[in-house]
């Protein structure tokens, strides 16, 4: 289990430095339920990061609150670690934080670090070149939160089932652009639940059980 600091007031790491004093150089984000209930981190305000809203997440950790406890999360797409961070404070066992951008990356293991958590795991990589090749035990739960309108969807998510990332009846958390219509869930795989607010569309995808499939 982690090692967690009592719910409080995390420090700030240092914000990092800019030529234009009007420019903010970090995003804050605050955990909404948990262990590190109310505790706000920094990140850094790069690369167009835009960690799931408070009421977003909250939707999102009620759908999977009886699946989080012990379960292997995998966050692609980490940024700001919004939903890694969050099934870590509601009881996750373990999650692993992907992102490419090593500025992220780097305060990704600070906050874990501030939190006094031993149960997450930061790898700055491509998430493309990551998933190609599975080297660790499939996860109980995935998130993704990829850049809008990209095409990201659309390759990564054959290649998570390809690959078998995720173990049978384990789900798959899915943000993306409203007007994308149609996204097509890799067979096998059932959309559980569904919610639009704006210009986002959230999904909740099972990966039926293999007897479920046989049958």
């Known amino acids: 289990m982690a090692r967690r600091k009592p719910p409080g007031r995390a420090p700030h790491p240092a914000k990092s430095r800019s030529s234009n004093n009007n420019s903010p150089t970090s995003g804050e ?12 981190l ?14 977003t997440r909250e939707t999102l950790f009620n759908w999977l609150a ?3 406890p012990a379960a292997r999360c995998l966050d692609l797409f980490a940024g ?18 992907v ?12 906050n874990l670090r501030l939190l006094d958590c031993t149960d997450g795991q930061v790898l700055c990589q491509d998430v493309h070149r990551f998933l190609a090749s599975r080297q660790m035990e499939p996860f109980d739960i995935i998130f993704m939160d990829p850049p809008f309108r990209q095409g990201w969807l659309e390759t990564l998510l054959p290649l998570i089932e390809q690959q078998q990332w995720l173990k049978p009846g384990g789900w798959v958390y899915v943000e993306h652009e409203s007007e994308l ?30 007897e479920a499939a046989a049958q």
């Open 66 to 68: 009886m699946h989080l």
């Open 80 to 97: 700001s670690g919004a939903l890694g961070l969050e099934a870590l404070s509601r009881g996750a066992a373990h999650a692993t934080l």
């Open 42 to 55: 920094r990140f850094p305000a790069t690369g167009g990061v835009r960690p799931s809203p408070a009421r």
């Open 29 to 40: 984000l605050r955990i909404i339920g948990g262990d590190w209930r109310s505790r706000k």
């Open 181 to 210: 219509a149609g996204l097509a869930a890799p067979p096998g795989w059932q959309l559980h639940r569904q919610k639009s607010a704006g210009q986002v569309t959230y999904n909740l995808f099972r990966r039926i059980p293999d």
């Open 99 to 110: 992102d490419h951008t090593q500025s992220l990356a780097r305060a990704l293991q600070e």
